[in-house]
């Protein structure tokens, strides 16, 4: 069992490591029908500890039949639970992991700050989540920001870090 994750979270149930995802401890508390999952910070960490954990089988339970992933940046958009398991598993068939920087939720409405690291660097990916009446995640919008030169005009402005 993990330190400071309460028992009726499922992801130690069902062997899923919340260990460095700030903020989910006492977060076990919207009427969800996933099992110990009662609010979007929840599911959204189970989301993101099975992907990490390649558990499919975990990451599909938290998705509504008619989920819809969508990327702005690139206008890819990917309709229902197989089409994006198969999205997520064909579409990034190499070795990749996540870390999980911060989770902000409330109600059926979650955000997340995600560091990607993949055959390219990493990067950070920003993702909004919205669930459904029955607590599975039913629209995701995916943004992966690109760094970028600071302007000449706002260089005696900031510090840069």
Known sequence: MLVGVPAAC???AAGLSFEGITGYEGHCSLGSSLPGMTN???VV?????????RDWDAFGALLADD?????PQTREQVRGRDAYIRFNVDGFAYDWH???????GEGQHAASWIEF???EGTQ???CFFELGDDGTIARITDFWPEPYQLPASRAH???RY
């Open 157 to 159: 402005l900031v510090e």
């Open 10 to 12: 499922p992801g130690p």
């Open 124 to 126: 950070p990916g920003l």
């Open 117 to 119: 690291t993949g055959h």
């Open 45 to 53: 960490a189970a989301y993101w500890a099975a992907a990490e954990a």
């Open 98 to 104: 996540l870390a999980v920087q911060r989770i902000v």
């Open 67 to 71: 989920v819809l992933y969508r990327g």
């Open 40 to 42: 979007a910070h929840d």
